[in-house]
Each structure stands twice: as structure tokens, then as C-alpha cells.
């Protein structure tokens, strides 16, 4: 089966905009815009069960918090929720003093009444009025012509001012949106708003907001940009109207539009912090200010506890964030690739002398959120060495050398294989104790030992079971590393020898790596150790590397080499 004939079935639904010389290509974002959250309205009506008073009261302090000056409550002409919210708010003197709230009613009389009703004693509020001008509404829905769309819009534009003139005590805004302005004719929207904007004397010191909504995506961004650049230079007023877009998703474009919105005019957006809304969401609020805030624009919005702000969220709206959101996902940090893994890895040694941030795969720092790096690199069959000698280092001060994180991510990966799963850190550092540090028990097995000075040298008295015959021997060297290596007397050299704290305070434990070639055969192996002795730890690595070594059938022990 396939998808039918496009061309027999769909046409374009906006008006193509003449706009040669348009300038919003050659602008760019320099300021945050005015942001209104419109999440306990438009929000609010796309979930399976509207949030209760408590759940919007929470919700209104988290906005309020993050810094919201235009907070949409509700549409109290509709619900009566919405009405005892907007009450609560007002009466118990919830809303700062620098806040709008900003309630929603539909174009006819005895709701715009209602609506007055639930505002009343506000401090501040913005009522917005709207109603539908384009074609399809106007034929289909409405059943009037477009002089039927304006005189709604203008009865409403004349209600809403005589109702305010009752309230002398609240400092009102009026904002209008004639919805579906996407699919609706420039000319048309222009002669609607302009007669609203004239029954509500908008001026700069009476500002009026003209709400210039994708109600429905049905383009790509470009063409809204030139829509709203076209009614930012053509409509009356402009000096007293603050335009502001409100933008679905319905073609995953809209935080495109919006971004591309305000270089074409836009003063103001709305949206929902993480998108929620009808159909395929409104526009994500969090992620065109974090957008700004990685191109060094302050968006005067603060996320810098963006896992408070989900838990609110997902709490209230009963909806989860998704692990691949934009900045909020749980996975958005994470790199399971190997070469992402040993890219960040690699960034993160350049970054700490740097005040820029500059990180490959990392376009924010995490830490601004309130995140740590601990989920930055996380390691599964897809993932390499850089990732699993990243999460050794940061959280256990272990630096491999680079040909043991080659050898020992090849152990990672078969685990991973076979499991199918992530590894965490903690399965990691056990994986490679297992492997290189736990080996030292088994053909020999050191018990105890007792260093001394000797002419200069080093003296070792070593108590070691070897294919468990306990034996005492004794060697004399430079160092502790070149006496045991003369007690045991085996064929084999260091090759290389690391050494480094992996703890601090009372319980600091010395890490010691080493490397261990069998004379002759050009093959070696890693052994570690781990104590609070460095000269302990050292004599455990070296054991261990002779077990593995012995394991591998590359060199004998001396109970073989005598048999």
C-alpha cells in the first residue's frame, strides 16, 4: 500500500507572501523576547485529565520561579476550575507585582462578561479575545463572510474595553488573535487587527498585543517568517502593538518558526515550557531560550535546576519528558559512541583551562542546568575505549594507559555483547578488578613480605605460594619493583610501571598499573593493584600480571618449569 496522490487530495492552505526584500534572513536573535507560558491553558486542555487547582497552583509557582512575566492561567469563561484558580490567585494575592496573568475567552458577549468577572481585583491581566478569520472557518465554521469575521472581532474589541472601564482598580492589557492567521489572507488579517488595535486606542503608551498564531502548521517556517515580517511592517500602529507568535508543531517546525519569528518582528512568544499542547504540541519555550542561551543571549528564563522543573511538570501534567527531548532529556548528554565518547573525553582535558565553553557533542554545559557529568558518557555495545576510560577517571581517578584501554575495552564489549544492556561505572571499575586486579591469586599467591635497605638497594623477603607450595624468597634491587622481580627469578621485565592515588583521606588507596613482557616472545599483560601501601599494591600488580601471563600459556610457573 502506499500513500495516495498528494497532488489529487491536498493544496497549499497559506497565501503566498510577496515579500522580495524581505530583511529577516540577514537578522539575527541579539535579546530574549517578552515569553508568555500559556501550559496551564493550552497546556492543560492536551492532557488525559486537567490538572486541579493544587496541581495549577504548583505549576504557577514553577513558572513564576523560572521567570515568567506573562503566566495564560486558564479560560475561566469555560471551566470552573479555570474561575476558582484565577480567584485563588487574586484573592490570596499569589501573583508578584511584576506578573500579567493572562486569561483566554472566546469573541462573544456573556463569556467576555464572565471572564471580567473572574479577573476581578487583579492587579495586572491581559484578556485575550480571538476568533478565526481564515477561509475554511469562515465558510465551514462560522458560515459568514470576511466583513462576519471582522464585526466578531470588532463587537468583541468593543466589549472587552467597555467591561475594563468597570475595573479602574487593574492595569489591563488587551491582546487579539485572529486564529488560524497561518491559513488566513494577509490583507484580511491586517484589516481585522488594525480595527482592533483602533477600538483599543493602541499606542506606546497603551500597548496592545497582536497574537499571530500557526494555530495549525501548514507551512514551512520561512513562509511565517515572511508573514509576520509582512504584518510588522504593514499594519497601523506598530509603534503601540507588540506582536506575538504562538506556534504549533504540527509539521515539527515550531521552534524553527518562532526562532525565525522574531528575527522577522516578533516581540513576544508563547508556549509551553517543554512543548506540551494540542495535537503535536505549542512551541518549546526551554528549548529556544536555552537555543539563545548557547549563542550567549540571555533568555532572562532560568533553568539552571532544569530537573526541578521537570519533576513539576511530569508531576502536574501526568505527561513524561522524553529521554531525547532538547536539553531536558535524561539522554540528551549521554554518549554511548565510541568516537563521540573519546571525542568528549578528549574535550573535556582542553576544557578546564577554558572560559568558552567548546566541547565536541556538547553544545551546553551541563552543569548550567543543574546537571553533573556523570551521565555525560555512559557505555554499551556501541561504545569504546574513550567512554569506559572517561567513567574509570571521573569516577574512580583511574587514567589507563592507552594500550590497556584498548585491551580492556574489548573485555567491556564482550560483556556488553553478551548482555545486550548498558554497563554502569560501578559494573566497570568491578569488571576491571576482576580482570587485572584479582588475578593476583591464583599460580602465585604473595602472603607477606618484608622490605629492607641493603647497602643502598632494595631487600625484599618474600612468603609467596606458588601452586600452592609456599616458598620463601628473597631478591635485592634498585627499587621494590626490581627486588621482587630478582626473588621470583622468572623471565620477564616491566615495561611499564604507573602509579597514582585513587582515593584521598583516611581510606586513600594506591593504584598501581603494570605492564609485564616475557623475555623473548615480544607478549606482555597488565596486571593492577590496589592498596593502601603503594609498595603493596605494586608487588600485587606484578603477581597478577605473572597469572595472567601463566593463564595465557605464555609463560610457566616454576613448579611447570620443573615438572
Not at 553478551?418 to 554497563?423: A, R, T, W
Request: charged share 25%; glycine share 6%.
Amino acid at each position: 500500500m502506499m500513500l495516495a496522490d498528494p497532488s489529487k487530495k491536498y493544496r497549499r492552505m497559506y497565501q503566498r507572501v510577496e515579500l522580495t526584500d524581505r530583511q529577516w534572513p540577514n537578522n539575527e536573535i541579539t535579546q530574549a523576547p517578552i515569553w508568555m507560558s500559556t501550559d496551564l491553558r493550552d497546556g492543560n486542555q492536551a492532557i488525559f485529565e486537567p490538572m486541579n487547582i493544587e496541581q495549577k497552583f504548583k505549576m504557577f509557582q514553577m513558572l513564576v520561579k523560572i521567570g515568567f512575566k506573562h503566566i495564560e492561567i486558564g479560560f475561566p469563561s469555560a471551566s470552573q476550575v479555570d474561575f476558582d484558580f484565577t480567584r485563588k490567585l487574586i484573592e490570596e494575592n499569589y501573583i508578584p507585582d511584576d506578573v500579567y496573568i493572562e486569561v483566554l475567552v472566546q469573541a462573544r458577549d456573556h463569556l467576555i462578561e464572565r471572564t471580567f468577572e473572574s479577573l476581578a481585583g487583579a492587579k495586572r491581566a491581559i484578556v485575550h479575545i480571538y476568533n478565526s478569520n481564515s477561509p475554511t472557518f469562515r465558510q465551514k465554521v462560522l458560515n459568514v463572510d470576511v466583513a462576519g469575521a471582522k464585526a466578531l472581532a470588532v463587537n468583541a474589541a468593543t466589549k472587552v474595553k467597555q467591561y475594563a472601564a468597570q475595573y479602574p482598580e487593574t492595569e489591563w492589557i488587551f491582546q487579539y488573535s485572529p486564529e488560524c492567521f497561518t491559513a488566513t489572507e494577509l490583507e484580511v488579517a491586517k484589516d481585522v487587527c488594525d480595527a482592533v488595535t483602533e477600538i483599543w486606542e493602541a499606542s506606546p503608551d497603551n500597548k496592545v498585543i497582536l497574537n499571530l498564531p500557526a494555530t495549525v502548521e501548514v507551512s514551512s517556517p520561512n513562509v511565517y517568517a515572511d508573514q509576520i515580517e509582512w504584518m510588522h511592517r504593514n499594519i497601523e500602529r506598530r509603534d503601540g502593538v507588540l506582536i506575538s507568535v504562538h506556534c504549533h508543531n504540527d509539521r515539527g517546525c515550531g521552534i524553527a518558526a518562532s526562532e525565525l519569528a522574531i528575527m522577522a518582528g516578533a516581540d513576544r512568544v508563547e508556549g509551553c515550557v517543554f512543548g506540551n499542547g494540542e495535537r503535536t504540541g505549542n512551541v518549546d519555550v526551554a528549548a529556544i531560550a536555552l537555543n539563545m542561551y548557547t549563542q550567549g543571549v540571555a533568555p532572562h528564563l532560568d533553568f539552571s535546576n532544569i530537573n526541578e522543573v521537570i519533576a513539576t511538570i511530569e508531576e502536574c501534567t501526568g505527561l513524561p519528558v522524553h529521554p531525547r527531548h532538547p536539553y531536558a532529556g535524561d539522554l540528551v548528554f549521554t554518549a554511548f559512541s565510541g568516537s563521540h565518547q573519546d571525542a568528549i573525553k578528549k574535550g573535556f582535558e582542553f576544557q578546564k583551562d577554558q572560559d568558552i565553553w567548546d566541547m565536541p557533542y556538547l553544545p551546553i554545559d551541563p552543569k548550567d542546568l543543574g546537571r553533573d557529568y556523570d551521565a555525560v558518557i555512559r557505555v554499551n555495545s556501541q561504545s569504546g575505549k574513550g567512554g569506559i576510560a572517561y567513567l574509570l577517571e571521573s569516577h574512580y581517578n583511574v587514567v589507563l594507559p592507552r594500550r590497556l584501554q584498548v585491551e580492556f575495552s574489548q573485555v567491556v564489549q564482550q560483556v556488553t555483547d553478551e548482555e545486550g544492556s548498558e554497563i554502569t561505572a560501578q559494573e566497570i571499575w568491578k569488571l576491571f578488578k576482576t580482570t587485572y586486579v584479582e588475578s593476583k591469586t591464583g599460580y602465585y599467591n604473595a602472603k607477606s613480605y618484608k622490605l629492607s635497605d641493603h647497602n643502598g638497594n632494595q631487600f625484599i623477603e618474600l612468603d609467596i605460594e606458588i601452586n600452592g607450595e609456599l616458598q620463601k624468597l628473597s631478591g635485592e634491587g634498585n627499587g621494590p619493583i626490581s627486588a621482587i622481580l630478582n626473588a621470583l627469578d622468572l623471565p620477564i621485565d616491566v615495561l611499564n610501571y604507573e602509579e597514582r592515588g585513587i582515593s584521598s583521606g583516611a581510606n586513600a588507596k594506591a593504584l598501581a598499573l603494570i605492564e609485564v613482557q616475557v623475555k623473548g616472545t615480544g607478549r606482555s599483560a597488565f596486571g593492577a593493584g590496589v592498596h593502601d601501601n603503594i609498595v603493596t599494591s605494586s608487588i600485587e600488580a606484578i603477581i597478577a600480571c605473572i597469572n595472567r601471563l601463566v593463564a595465557q600459556g605464555v609463560l610457566q610457573s616454576s613448579a611447570q618449569a620443573t615438572a
